[in-house]
């Protein structure tokens, strides 16, 4: 029995098994007091909600001013393409207007050049050349004799009475005027009838 006394007599070795227990930390709002667990979710559901509202108008700004480069530079683009295109036009019709007093000229010396005269004939082959080219450039011949006077294709430099044509219109030519393309390059100069 004395076996048994020992045994009941001495403490059995209890084993406790330690398990963590969460330990949940008492969070406080602005002014100090408790957030319960569900208040809690609300508040980070809410400041996260506010972060996607920023983050969404900020890519929305970022977008549009993306937007509004594109733009910009597309209309950039077109404005240099037609400023280019208008100074080629711009240089084109300065050089073919300080050509023309050439093709003047030698339209004055075929109309009063004498008859039969071969020199005359390759005179005028040349200059059908030369009007030949300036048609093929773009550029043709306002035509005035007879027409209505229009400042803007005409300069007036006399304006004098004549029963054979209608007051306001050209009795005559005395200068042919071109047009390169819709713009005038040189206008006619004509006499007007009054």
């Known amino acids: 029995?004395?076996?048994k006394k020992s045994k009941e007599t001495k403490p059995e070795e209890v084993v406790e098994e330690v398990t963590e227990v969460p330990v949940e930390v008492e969070e406080t709002s602005?002014?100090?007091?408790?957030?319960?667990?569900?208040?809690?979710?609300?508040?980070?559901?809410?400041?996260?909600?506010?972060?996607?509202?920023?983050?969404?108008?900020?890519?929305?700004?970022?977008?549009?001013?993306?937007?509004?480069?594109?733009?910009?530079?597309?209309?950039?683009?077109?404005?240099v393409q037609r400023d280019r295109e208008m100074d080629y036009a711009s240089m084109k019709g300065d050089i073919i207007k300080k050509m023309l007093p050439v093709l003047d000229d030698m339209e004055r010396?075929?109309?009063?050049?004498?008859?039969?005269?071969?020199?005359?004939?390759?005179?005028?082959?040349?200059?059908?050349?030369?009007?030949?080219?300036l048609e093929a450039e773009g550029v043709k011949r306002i035509e005035a004799a007879g027409q209505e006077f229009d400042p803007n294709f005409h300069e007036a430099i006399s304006s004098e009475p004549n029963d054979e044509v209608e007051s306001g219109h050209v009795i005559e030519v005395v200068q042919n005027g071109y047009m390169l393309g819709e713009r005038v390059i040189r206008p006619a100069m004509v006499r007007v009838a009054q």
Request: charged share 35%.
């Open 109 to 133: 010396a075929l109309a009063n050049r004498p008859d039969g005269d071969s020199w005359a004939n390759g005179m005028e082959l040349i200059a059908r050349k030369f009007q030949n080219i």
């Open 1 to 3: 029995m004395s076996e």
């Open 30 to 79: 602005e002014s100090g007091e408790p957030i319960e667990g569900d208040e809690q979710a609300e508040t980070e559901i809410e400041a996260l909600q506010k972060q996607l509202e920023d983050a969404e108008a900020k890519a929305a700004e970022n977008l549009d001013g993306w937007q509004r480069a594109q733009a910009e530079f597309v209309n950039y683009k077109n404005r």
